[in-house]
């Protein structure tokens, strides 16, 4: 019987969403990874900075290397909150990889990209 390999587990890296008005809009940048073990913290800091607001909202993913389900359902959750304030959700600059998640999955019918 051979010994076995234990590796330690490398931590979640956690997502981070910065916000920045621009003009009407308010601008969302998120850097990390968007899966299951990081949509959460997305979820409560895109809400956070969105609050019960009216604005459009653009959420740029150029600093978003991986998306995943868990991920195309936190954009969902995120556009169905500002839309039920009467706003708009678009995504912006998705590097090349996300994109075609976003293409795939359908969701550009429900939160289009820039």
Do not use: Y
């Not at 076995?4 to 981070?16: A, N």
């Not at 995504?91 to 994109?99: E, H, I, L, Q, S």
Request: glycine fraction near 14%; charged fraction near 20%.
């Amino acid at each position: 019987m051979g010994a076995i390999d234990v590796r330690p587990v490398e931590p979640i890296e956690p997502v981070r969403v910065e916000s920045q008005m621009l003009g009407p809009s308010l601008t969302l940048e998120v850097t990390g990874e968007l899966d299951l073990g990081t949509v959460g913290g997305f979820v409560d800091q895109a809400l956070t900075a969105i609050g019960a607001s009216t604005w459009d909202v653009r959420i740029g993913l150029a600093g978003v290397g991986f998306l995943d389900s868990s991920g195309l359902k936190a954009l969902i959750q995120v556009r169905d909150h500002v839309t039920a304030n009467g706003g708009t959700v678009s995504v912006c600059n998705p590097a090349d990889r996300v994109r075609e998640v976003l293409e795939l999955s359908g969701i550009v019918g429900v939160i289009p990209i820039e």
